[in-house]
């Protein structure tokens, strides 16, 4: 019978990347199976993960025809609102760096609507800044150490950009607060932008139109409220997300996660709590 043994750990960035960064995680797992594989739903974070053991076998995204993607490299950019599909080698290690919703893009500068939605290598600063930190991981003996790097790294990497929050954030931590019900025109109007200047702007320093990052905010609420229930009466947390009916409640469950309701199980999704922890 396979086993999956998996260690994982949310941890906090310094306190001077706090406005940019808003955990680190730590995961590990070894397999005596190598067929088994995690599924990610999405979370409200744009991540770059740095692997330090064997490369994922295959990366599949369940939004794009159910492609795969050989994951060879080492370092891999992720914007984690697309559901996906990893199976394993015998062994993984990574270590994952969570934005706040524009932190990636204050940081490192590249616009986010040019990786929203895929798996690459990452580019530019955030790549450089990757491949630095992997071999800073390939030397560290223990977690403490793993850790300081990143923060030794994103440290180096806000004091060369300094950069300054804006109305896209405020909006974006508005939409997190609220778990997604809030109106996109008030959004707007509050940051003092037209809706299609908050669309442009929350695309390409965010990862996703707003409307969208709402819905998979309001969906990320349904998965904590199943975490704190696992036996759940539905009806009550479509009521309490914000659902105006049970339809679309059950079409974005599905849409998300690609199975109904009655047949989704928390047993299968530990390893997406690391992706949406926040």
Known sequence: MSRWI????VVSPSPALADYVAYYGLWED??????????????VVNGIQVRYADPYKTVSLAQAGSVQVTAAAEVVCMVSWQQLYMRQTSRAGMLGVYFRPAGCFHLFGAPMSDTAGIILEAEGLA?????????????????????????????????CQQPVPNAIDVAAERILDQHGQVNIEDLAH??????????????AEVGAPPKHYARIARFNHVLQLLVENPAPNW??????????????FIRDFRFFTGKSPSQYSLVDSDFSHFFWAR
Not at 147 to 158: G, I, N, P, S, V
Request: contains cysteine; aromatic residues 8%.
């Open 6 to 9: 998996m260690h994982f750990e």
């Open 30 to 43: 070894e397999e005596d199976d190598a067929q088994l594989g995690a599924s990610v739903l999405p979370g």
């Open 127 to 159: 790549g450089q800044f990757a491949r630095e930190l992997s071999q800073r991981l390939s030397q560290a003996e223990t977690n403490s150490q793993k850790l300081a790097a990143a923060d030794e790294l994103l440290l180096r990497q806000l004091h």
């Open 190 to 203: 509050d940051a003092g932008l037209s809706r299609r200047q908050l669309e442009r702007r929350f695309l």
């Open 235 to 248: 009806q009550d947390i479509a009521y309490r997300c914000g659902y105006y009916d049970q339809a679309h």
